[in-house]
């Protein structure tokens, strides 16, 4: 069975930094997709960043140029580099993982609190 672990969630102040990282486990193929969610408390889940096979990457508008997502392929991972944290940057992150023959796979989520 896949499963996502992640970590690296936490409290820090504003302008601050973290890196979150997520680690597939329970199979020997690699995602062809990774990304990371979050969602804030009263507020829908959003896409914050997506990373392909390839390593062609997306960011949400609200992250562009303070966020970096990243991944290892040989190790499975996938990482968040997140920079000039912003209070509106808390919530719970998520991250998921999709290859055709798992379907979509999400993480337990980690949460993030940005405040001072």
């Known amino acids: 069975q896949v499963q996502l672990v992640e970590s690296g969630g936490g409290l820090v102040q504003p302008g601050g930094s973290l890196r979150l990282s997520c680690a597939v486990s329970?199979?020997?193929?690699?995602?062809?997709?990774m990304a990371w969610y979050r969602q804030a408390p009263g507020k829908q889940r959003e896409l914050v960043a997506t990373?392909?096979?390839?390593?062609?990457?997306t960011y949400a508008d609200s992250v562009k140029g303070r966020f970096t997502i990243s991944r290892d392929n040989a190790k499975n991972t996938v990482l968040l580099q997140m920079n000039s944290l912003k209070p509106e940057d808390t919530a719970v992150y998520y991250c998921?993982?999709?290859?055709?023959?798992?379907?979509?796979?999400w993480g337990q989520g980690t949460q993030v609190t940005v405040s001072s």
């Open positions: 990373i392909a096979a390839v390593g062609r990457t």
């Open positions: 998921n993982a999709y290859r055709l023959t798992w379907g979509d796979v």
């Open positions: 329970g199979t020997l193929s690699s995602p062809s997709r």
